[in-house]
């Protein structure tokens, strides 16, 4: 039985016992983990690993001794309470084997969580899951948590005041970070505002948001907004030597023009359109000032320049690509000033 969108998220917090088996799949495998942890605890308690009510399989394993998963599933544990069975890095070819120990399941035996990288649609694994009654299928994709998803996450640390501005600049947060680090940060928020009755601000957040691994790019795309050609060459050169290619930061730099041109037309200013363009909101004030001073003619040629990279960054051009980005930035840096 296949979940998604709500649904996918309802069951995740408040799984079916009677249910056999769950399959989580996903190509993110953080955010996979993350997710078993969640059910897995709500199955067996948080007490399930200590009390040895939890049982891991490795893929691998299974393959060497197919009999595993049913003897666990089967088993009686020593402390009383509902048992889980995790099998972990699953493939098509334990497709069958799964299937099996799914029909012999009886209620008062071990629930089987099954996780997977990206299945495709004609996965054995997934078709299986899907048409079984007594399995649950979900598929993890990249998409970013929803506002819904993140308000959940903040409740069950005990945070319920939080403002529409500020959910929306979490969200914003959650694009930029891993799903572990996004959870990391959500934690950090729920400690620092433990038993503080004001709201959560967008201010709060920026203070305790990690630095992303785009910091120094938007460090070098801010000296090129700004006019600031001396400090382009050191940034490019510290850039190359952490391995960021240059059509990584052709699209850092289209992002933030395109973000500036939306704030130089937007009819309600610069504000509205930085929000339309739901820009962090460590980055406004300074973009406010960028936006201003470049005007809509200008970012409009900004972009020209970026666009006409992009496309030669792409091509079978034999030029440097590091030496062409950092000329277009120079030139975009010159026309600012």
């Not at 040895?52 to 020593?78: C, E, I």
């Not at 959940?152 to 680090?181: C, F, H, M, N, Y």
Request: aromatic share 4%; with cysteine.
């Amino acid at each position: 039985m296949k979940l998604q969108g709500a649904e996918a998220r309802r069951y995740f917090q408040k799984p079916d016992p009677g249910k056999a088996a769950l399959v989580i799949f996903g190509e993110d495998a953080m955010r996979v983990a993350l997710k078993r942890a969640e059910v897995v605890a709500a199955l067996a308690g948080p007490g399930a690993d200590a009390e040895m009510r939890l049982t891991r399989l490795a893929a691998a394993d299974l393959r060497k001794d197919g009999a595993a998963l049913l003897d666990a599933v089967k088993a009686v544990g020593f402390f009383p309470g509902p048992r889980v069975v995790v099998v972990e890095d699953a493939t098509d070819g334990l497709s069958s084997l799964i299937e099996s120990a799914i029909k012999a399941w009886r209620k008062g035996d071990a629930n089987i969580v099954v996780t997977a990288g990206n299945l495709t649609g004609k996965s054995a694994l997934k078709t299986m899951a899907e048409r079984n009654n007594d399995t649950i299928c979900i598929g993890l994709y990249d998409d970013p948590p929803t506002r819904e998803e993140i308000a959940d996450e903040l409740a069950r640390a005990g945070l319920t005041q939080i403002p529409p501005d500020a959910l929306s600049e979490l969200q914003t947060l959650s694009k930029v970070l891993e799903p572990g680090d996004f959870r990391q940060t959500l934690e950090k928020i729920a400690l620092y505002k433990f038993r503080d009755p004001l709201p959560l601000t967008p201010v709060e957040i920026a203070a305790l948001a990690p630095a992303t691994i785009e910091t120094e790019a938007e460090e070098l795309i801010d000296m090129v907004a700004e006019g600031q050609i001396g400090a382009v060459g050191p940034l490019m050169r510290r850039l190359e030597g952490q391995g960021i290619a240059p059509v990584t930061l052709a699209i850092a730099a289209l992002r933030h023009f395109q973000t500036l041109h939306m704030m130089a037309t937007h009819p309600e200013g610069p504000a509205q359109g930085f929000a339309q363009a739901r820009g962090f909101f460590k980055r406004r004030d300074r973009m406010m000032k960028q936006a201003q001073a470049w005007g809509t003619r200008q970012t409009e040629k900004a972009l020209s320049i970026l666009v006409e990279t992009d496309l030669t960054l792409r091509s079978t051009s034999k030029a440097p690509l590091m030496a062409v980005m950092e000329r277009a930035l120079i030139r975009i840096a010159r026309k600012e000033r």
